[in-house]
Every structure is written in structure tokens, then in C-alpha cells.
């Protein structure tokens, strides 16, 4: 994690991470001013946090009430060397908790992250730099043998030179990689989450059966989702790259709607169109860029290979951002190799979806076939071992595909989730499905998956595909679990040498009936390809294109950017338009408009209900203002503070709107209740003083919004390369 220090005044100094800010301070027998703890002090509160946040972790997987657990820490110092030293950690617990949740509490603290940092030792590097901005080495691990030269299944280089090649290509775009976090807690199963350390919402997560296999892993995603535009997706690139020379890639089109708000000539082609308008419902406006929201350019389009004839075909942006998400995308060391794994993923995706919504139930891969893999079969008996069921199934669907699954059972809550891997070659699927299901998981994130159901509506929702695509956290259907499978076992083999995999695997697509198109992007060093599958690779429905489109964005987002200085006509005219559209009161701002609030501030908590309200308080419409805040109330799920300044101003509401009451016979009790500071912004918010309690004033401009711009200076770095290289 990246912490940039400001000096403050005085001895005063600011940490800032993420989304948050530290201040230190020191005390005033020190010259400081006591404003703030030391950094000393954090250090030590850190260790009694981490080790209270793994107590509580703990009590809630067991449903134990924490309110009468006490914990406390105290470091005693070594008189003859301070640097010695013994934290002492104290918990205190209830009579009724049984032996076994004592020496579970225990062992827990003994995971403290902060304690197991200091006890290994960290290693201190201190250097001087020219630039903080413009080092932008990857900070990743160290560097391998020089020697060292390992290859895995499917790969066209050594790991060693992976990593190289692909840190360099970070590097050279200005980007300072970092790694959040590491997971092994089963053999041969490691995990990794990377990130952009300026602009955190950049961020990918790598799996393998070593942990150089899952840095390549990350590493490659974070390139591939780069090259094609996913870190960015739905959010508003800002002004000035909306009025630039391109938004997306240099060799983009833009496409005039007809008059009449007709799909212009020139985008999609015949088959395309089948399948996306067949109804002839969608509109020119329905594809307007959601990034850019320049109506005025028209549809931003980009060019994609029809891999049956080679002709270019133009897909609307819009289009690719609302259906198909981070599906059918890959970087690699070569093509061919990025194909593969493109091809394996379309695979592997649409085969679980027709598992999941057709209920079907797969045949066991047999014991003597998982033996020839010893790497694969430790990390599931020690999944086993930890009292996990686990069933490596075969998902073949008879021979047809190169997809496998590993399911895993949860007898502490009853939750099953299942994993899906694919690859011409059977020991590679089982090894991704497997590390995919571990992928930044620990144990307890295992007691967070449903039960299964044999409510086929529940499965076959669209929305169960997508939370099983996001992170497999959708329903199963009980029918997966039956011992009578639909299909025979296939120990199936689609390997080759990668070109000849790629061949066998379009194959099969053509097979199906299916068209590929196919974008290439090598520009910054390395191949990635991003591959549409009309009808086959969506993530979302296609009717989302008319219905649940993101450009929707286009209609609210520069109102509530520029909220502040609405007039009372146009702010009554926001408010109508929320309502007749229909969308989902409970859909947060960042959604709907495509801006990274912090989410630590009102703005990034803020939803369409909450913003109906406030608007209703400032115009004065009393009576809705009332009816929304007892619904937020209600169904409140944001901070404590936000929900006491709700009650609060529900009840000056209700004064108010009473003609035989006076708020002033009750202002001094509900200062003694709510506070003078809460009520002051009441009382404000409801005579008019105070407009928009909570939000700070921004524009279109973003002023103020530093999680989005850093965003957009990452986009930036992207999009300066890209014109460099025209």
C-alpha cells in the first residue's frame, strides 16, 4: 500500500491512503502541539484493532454477541533496551461461552495480521528518489535467479520473463503496481490482489499453483483489462478526453443517429442485428457512449475482426460496456497464447451458465484420473481436511468442452458454491477451477454462499448468472448435488500447440453456429485480444440495452453534479424525471451516474431516494420530504449519523406540517436528543438555510472528487500512450 506523508503545521503530519487520512501529532512536552496521537501510538493501537477485528470476525461466523467481551493490550518495555518489547494482549470474556469458543477467540488473535508482520520482522528499504510521481516501479517481489527459467502448461515464455516483460510494460506507462495481499492456505493453491497504488479502483486479482504463476496471473489481467478500457467502464472520463481527438482508441468511429432516432448505417452487421434488434425497438440513442456522454459526436464505435471473413465490423462501445463486462478478454505472451486463454474463458462461462440454468447434474472425475495430478489432489484433501466437502466434476457436458469444475460444501452453514476452470488441456481446467475457487478467500469467506434451492426461478434469474460470473456467489440448484448424472465422464484432450488449440476451439464455436469478432491490441508490448460471441459470451440480457442501459447516466449526471446551483424549476424538473423513470429508489448515485464518490462521504453513500429527499427539503415540499425520510428511516442502511439527522428531521417535520404545534416549544429537547450541531442542520435543512445537508458542492468539472480524477489521470496515462502512438 502506497502512503504518501504531507507536513502540516508544526510537528502535525498527514498520511494518506486510499480514501483516507491519518493525522499525528506529538505531545506538547515534545514541542508538539498534542492535537493528535503519535505515530508510535498507531502502531501500537494497530495491534489491539487487528486483534479485536479477528475476535469479532470470529464471534459473528458463531453468531456470539461481542457486547460483553472486553479486550485490551498493554506493551511492556524492556528497562535496559526500549526497542525490546512485550504486548500483552488481555481479553476478557463471558461466563457462558463455552470452552471451545475460548480457545477459538484465542487462536484467533493469534492471526493478527499486525502481530504476524512485526514477529517475522519487516525489512526497511530507504531511498532517495528524483521523482515520487515518476518512480514507477512495480512494487512486486524480488526479482528471480537470473538463471531461473519455468514454464507452465500453455505458456510461450518462463514465468520469470512474464513478470519481466509485463512490470516493464507498467513501468513504462507511468503505473506503480502494488500488491495489497497474498493468499496460500491450501497446498499448491496461491492467490494475489495488485493494484495501481494512485488510483486504487485499478486493481485485478491473480491465481496459480505457485505464487509466480499467480503474480503472471495478475499481472496479465491488470494489461488485458487496461487495453481494453474495463478499469474504466461506465465511469465518465471527464471534459476534456469527452472533447478529444478519440475517447477510446484512436481507430474509433463515430456514427450520426438518424433522424428519427434509427441505428445508424454502418454499425453491427446483419447477424449482429438479429440478434441485438430483432424487434427493431433499439434506438440510435440507446448506444450514445456512456464515457464520454458527447450525444453531440453521436455513437463512438469501435472496429472488431469477423473471424468467419475477415471484414470489420463496428461494435457501439455502449454495446460491449452493458452486455459483455470483463468476458472474453486476455493478454498474453504471444497471440496465440492470449486467444487460448480468451477462447477458454467465452468457454468456460457459457457452459457454467447452462449448467447453472438447466440444473444440470455432472458426472464425478474418478480418483485414479485426479492421482495424475498430486498437486491438484493435496490442495482439495486439504480442503477436506478443514471440513470442506469438495467434488471435482467433470463439466465436459460429454466430451463437447474443456471445461471442469470443483464444488465445495460449507457444512457450517450450509452454503455450496462451485467453481469453473477451462483449457484444451484437462489438468490445466482442474487446476483453474480449483484455484478459483480459493482465489482471495480465507476460511471464513467461506461462510458467506447460499444454501442450495430447488426453486428454479431463483436459478434461472438473470441476475443469479450475473453474482455467479462476478464471484460464484449465486444459487445452485440441489439437482448439481445428485449422485445420477446427466452425462457420461470424458477424459476429453483438446491440447496442441497453442495455434493449434486456438483452431480446435473456434471449431467448436462454428460448430455451435456462432460468429466470432475480434479486436488485437499490442500497441503497449504486449498481445491482447478481446473477443465478442453474439448470443453466447453476454454477461448481462440483451434487452438491457433498451431497459437497464448505463447511458441513462446521460440523464441525471450533469443535474447532480452541478445539484448546488439548480435552480428550483430545474430541480423540481430532476426530481420528475427520477420518478417517471422508474429506477430502483434504492440505486446508489455512483451507479447511477458513473462517479467514484468516496464512499466515505455522504455523496458516496447517497442513493436516488435520499437525493428525492433532500431536493424535496429544499424546495419545501414538506409533505413528500415527510413521506420519503420515514422511508429512509425505514430501510436505512448508511451511517448511524445520517440516520439520527433523519429522525431528527422527521421530527421537526412533523411540527412543522401541524399547524397547532410550534417548533420552538420543542427545539430545546431535540437539541438535548440530537445534539445542537445535528439540529442546527435540521432546523436549516428545513427553513431553507441549508441546502443539501452533507454534500459538498462539485460540477462537471469534478471539483473536489479526488477518488474519480485519479481515475481519470490513470485513464490518462492509458490514453497519452495510445495518441503517442499514431
Known amino acids: 500500500m502506497e502512503i504518501n506523508v504531507n507536513f502540516l503545521d508544526n510537528l502535525r503530519i498527514e498520511a494518506k491512503f486510499d480514501d483516507f487520512s491519518v493525522i499525528s501529532d506529538q505531545p506538547i512536552r515534545y514541542k508538539g502541539d498534542g492535537s493528535a496521537p503519535g505515530p508510535f501510538d498507531y502502531f501500537l493501537a494497530s495491534s489491539a484493532l487487528c486483534a479485536a477485528y479477528f475476535v469479532r470476525v470470529y464471534c459473528i461466523a458463531r453468531n456470539i454477541p461481542t457486547d460483553n467481551i472486553r479486550l485490551s493490550q498493554n506493551n511492556i518495555v524492556d528497562p535496559e533496551n526500549r526497542y525490546n518489547q512485550i504486548f500483552k494482549i488481555q481479553v476478557e470474556l463471558p461466563e457462558d461461552i463455552s470452552d471451545k469458543d475460548r480457545q477459538g477467540i484465542v487462536r484467533s488473535i493469534d492471526r493478527c495480521t499486525v502481530k504476524k508482520v512485526v514477529q517475522t520482522g519487516p525489512e526497511f528499504q530507504i531511498e532517495i528518489v528524483d521523482s515520487l510521481d515518476e518512480d514507477a516501479q512495480a512494487l512486486l517481489m524480488a526479482k528471480p535467479e537470473s538463471d531461473a527459467s519455468t514454464y507452465i502448461l500453455g505458456k510461450d515464455l518462463p514465468v520469470e520473463q512474464t513478470i519481466a516483460n509485463m512490470t516493464a510494460i507498467l513501468a513504462n506507462l507511468g503505473m506503480k503496481i502494488e500488491i495489497a495481499s497474498w493468499r496460500n492456505i491450501v497446498p499448491h493453491v496461491w492467490s494475489l490482489h495488485i493494484r495501481d497504488a494512485a488510483s486504487p479502483m485499478c486493481f485485478t486479482n491473480g491465481k496459480g499453483s505457485t505464487k509466480e504463476s499467480a503474480l503472471c496471473s495478475a499481472l496479465g489481467e491488470f494489461i488485458e483489462r487496461l487495453n481494453c478500457n474495463f478499469f474504466y467502464n461506465d465511469q465518465f472520463f471527464g471534459e476534456d478526453i469527452a472533447n478529444s481527438e478519440f475517447v477510446h482508441y484512436p481507430n474509433e468511429r463515430w456514427f450520426k443517429p438518424g433522424p428519427n432516432d434509427e441505428l445508424p448505417q454502418g454499425i453491427l452487421d446483419s447477424h449482429c442485428l438479429e440478434i441485438y434488434n430483432p424487434e427493431d425497438e433499439l434506438a440510435g440513442s440507446n448506444l450514445i457512449d456512456t464515457n464520454s456522454g458527447n450525444a453531440e459526436r453521436g455513437i463512438c464505435a469501435l472496429p472488431f475482426v469477423r473471424h468467419s471473413d475477415g471484414e470489420t465490423v463496428y461494435f457501439p462501445s455502449n454495446l460491449i460496456e452493458n452486455l459483455f463486462l470483463s468476458n472474453g478478454m486476455s493478454a498474453g505472451n504471444t497471440l496465440f497464447e492470449a486467444q487460448v486463454q480468451c477462447l477458454s474463458e467465452i468457454f468456460e462461462r457459457a457452459v457454467k451458465k447452462q449448467i447453472i440454468q438447466e440444473e444440470l447434474t455432472l458426472p464425478d472425475v474418478p480418483l485414479h484420473v485426479l492421482e495424475k495430478y498430486p498437486n491438484i489432489l493435496e490442495g482439495i484433501r486439504a480442503l477436506e481436511a478443514q471440513g470442506y466437502p469438495v467434488l471435482v466434476k467433470d463439466a465436459s457436458l460429454g466430451g463437447q468442452f474443456p471445461v471442469a469444475c470443483v464444488a465445495l460444501m460449507n457444512p457450517k452453514t450450509s452454503g455450496v458454491f462451485a467453481s469453473f476452470g477451462a483449457h484444451p488441456t484437462l489438468e490445466v481446467a482442474l487446476e483453474r477451477s480449483l484455484t478459483e475457487l480459493m482465489q482471495g478467500r480465507s476460511f471464513e469467506g467461506l461462510n458467506d454462499f447460499p444454501p442450495p434451492t430447488f426453486n428454479s426461478l431463483a436459478i434461472t434469474e438473470p441476475n443469479n448468472y450475473v453474482e455467479h460470473f462476478i464471484d460464484s456467489s449465486g444459487v445452485i440448484s440441489w439437482r448439481f448435488f445428485s449422485a445420477k448424472a446427466d452425462f457420461e465422464f470424458s477424459e476429453w484432450d483438446f491440447s496442441g500447440t497453442n495455434e493449434e488449440e ?94 467514484e464518490f468516496d464512499e466515505n462521504t455522504v455523496w458516496g453513500q447517497l442513493t436516488i431516494l435520499e437525493l428525492k429527499l433532500l431536493i424535496n427539503l429544499a424546495l419545501e415540499q414538506y409533505e413528500d420530504a ?85 481515475l481519470i489521470e490513470s485513464y490518462k496515462k492509458l490514453h497519452a500512450a495510445r495518441a503517442a502512438r499514431v
Open 502 to 595: 486456438v483452431a480446435c476451439l473456434f471449431n467448436i464455436l462454428k460448430d455451435l453456429g456462432k460468429e466470432v469478432y475480434t479486436a488485437v491490441y499490442d500497441d503497449l508490448g504486449a498481445p491482447v485480444c478481446r473477443m465478442l460471441v453474439p448470443d453466447y459470451s453476454e454477461v448481462y440480457q440483451i434487452e438491457d440495452l433498451i431497459w437497464d442501459n448505463t447511458n441513462r447516466a446521460l440523464d441525471y449526471r450533469e443535474d447532480i453534479l452541478n445539484l448546488h446551483s439548480l435552480n428550483d424549476d430545474q430541480l423540481n424538473a430532476l426530481v420528475e424525471r427520477l420518478e417517471e423513470s422508474q429506477i430502483d429508489d434504492y440505486t446508489d448515485i455512483i451507479t447511477l451516474i458513473g462517479i
Open 626 to 710: 415527510l413521506d420519503r425520510v420515514e422511508t429512509f428511516i425505514q430501510f436505512n442502511d448508511n451511517t448511524v449519523e445520517r440516520g439520527l439527522f433523519y429522525r431528527a428531521v422527521s421530527a421537526v417535520l412533523e411540527i412543522v406540517i401541524d399547524d397547532e404545534l410550534e417548533l420552538s416549544d420543542y427545539l430545546f429537547n431535540l437539541k438535548r436528543l440530537y445534539g445542537e450541531q445535528t439540529m442546527d442542520a435540521v432546523v436549516g435543512s428545513v427553513n431553507g438555510d441549508v441546502r443539501f445537508y452533507g454534500l459538498t458542492p462539485t460540477n462537471m468539472q469534478l471539483a473536489g472528487l479526488d477518488k474519480h480524477l485519479r
